[in-house]
């Protein structure tokens, strides 16, 4: 069951679901352009993955990119992107038969605000690293360089009602500027779990925490030489936990699964590898993934890519995977 108990009391979070928002979402064109996972025409795998499809996302709009997280609606139709400079996206989305993006749009961007409904306008303020869907169809954010979840009330257009802010993990306050609650993911009860992509114990582990009934408990995430930047729960209750490792100026990635009761205080999580790639495959600064049920309630894996602002050197990529059964 959904449960507010987490959520900080502030005079700003007063305010009543009506209250407008300083700026308003405005209407945004994107390109969708398909795109090969590699050239090998056989069926595209790696690991338990099967690649479906996917696209190259543009849009003129200077506002467009470093896009660091998504949800996807379960029917599949709807987009929803964070990015690390404190925009987001909410969009159309069409796909193919096989679950594989096709286009984006009628699409909206605007700023995210605060629990006063003021835009996040100072870089401090406006590094949005996790997205997760609650279960009453609002949304959790999380924030670097100022560390912080806030959780933004369902509404017709996302992100337009004031948030409040979550209770914060302990200790997260010592986290470095850029390496703290890169990924978050929400069980259907409403429990969260948040892991740190570079706030690290004294073993080189990834500090890590999962929502217990009253508060925050920490466990660790065993290093591997990949650092979490996104995660997702599935329909079964496992987590998924995508990974990325960046060396001679090439990307890798890697998907890995865990279940919900090894997320434990204390614990040291080590997950089972799914999929890892790396060039030639196609890949890039990944950061963002979510898993919806497609046809015949197969498992669909989509990811997306942070550009930061570089293309061609980087590109916003939308891809789709089918998981394949253990």
Partial sequence: MFS???LL????????ASAQPSCAAEPVEITATPVAFRDDPEPQRVGRLTYRGGVVLNSLDERFGGWSDLEISPAGDRLTMISDTGFFLDASLSLDEAGAPRGVGPALIGKLI???????????ASDAEGLARAPDGGFYVSFEAWHRIMYYPPGPIPFQRPPQFVVPPPGIDGAPSNG???AIAAWPDGGLVALAEEFRDAAGNHRAWIDG???WQPFTWAQSGYSPTGATVLSDGSLLVLERRFALFTFAARIVQVSRTACRAGGRVEGIEIATWAPPD??????G??????R???TLIYLVSDDNFLSPLQRTLLLCFALRPA
């Fill in 114 to 124: 605060d629990p006063a409904g003021r835009p996040l306008v100072s870089r401090r």
């Fill in 296 to 298: 015949d309630g197969e």
């Fill in 289 to 294: 993934i979510t898993a919806r049920l497609g």
């Fill in 4 to 6: 507010r108990r987490r």
């Fill in 282 to 287: 196609l890949v890039d600064n990944f950061e």
């Fill in 213 to 215: 009934p009253i508060r």
């Fill in 180 to 182: 703290a609650l890169e």
């Fill in 9 to 16: 009391v502030t005079a700003a979070a007063g305010l009543t």
